[in-house]
Structures are given as structure tokens and as C-alpha cells.
């Protein structure tokens, strides 16, 4: 099963999060989607808009482009802190991430 089989969702829209308390800063996530993930000085994967703004506020949320739902959501699935969360931007159902139904 490839993951746009196992993950549906990615023909929506999507928004991203990251739960900086849980963050291990392995860093994962910023090889998946650059674009999407950075670090900032404290060594912690925070998201970021696509003009590139850092959104360093808790719980602050970014947009996902479609061209990068699959990496993110993988970024999710794959994150050793399992803080990343990924919902969907009509109904704010997690897809991907701790709190996500299976």
C-alpha cells in the first residue's frame, strides 16, 4: 500500500503543527519538507509559512502547500517525538501525527 492509498487526505487541505515540548530535534522533519519545517536557535523544529516567517508561537499552525502534503504527512508518521500534527483545514481532524485515528 503506497500512503496516498493509506492516506486519502491528501487531495485536501491540510494544516501542520509541531508540540515544541515534545520536539527531540532529530530533525527529520526538515529533511522531509525544508519548505515547511526549520529550526530555530533553541535546536527545535518549529513550522513556517510559505513567504518563509518562522512561526514560533505555541500551537501556531501553517499552511501545507499541496505539493507537499505526502512529505509532511510522512514527516509526521515518521517523527521519533511524535509531535508533529497534521489536520485537515475544513474540520480540524488530525491525519497524521499522535492524535490521529487509525
Known sequence: ????????TVTESLRVWIDQELCTG????VQY????FEFDIDGLAYVKEGD????????????VPASLRLDVIS?????????IH????????EVAG???QS
Open 26 to 29: 532529530d530533525g527529520l522533519c
Open 75 to 83: 514527516s509526521a508518521k515518521e517523527c521519533p517525538g511524535d509531535c
Open 1 to 8: 500500500m503506497n500512503i496516498s492509498e493509506e492516506f486519502p
Open 33 to 36: 519538507a525544508p519548505e515547511v
Open 52 to 63: 518563509g516567517e518562522l512561526l514560533a508561537a505555541p500551537g501556531a499552525r501553517a499552511s
Open 98 to 100: 499522535p492524535d490521529a
Open 86 to 93: 497534521v489536520v485537515r483545514d475544513d474540520d480540524d481532524v
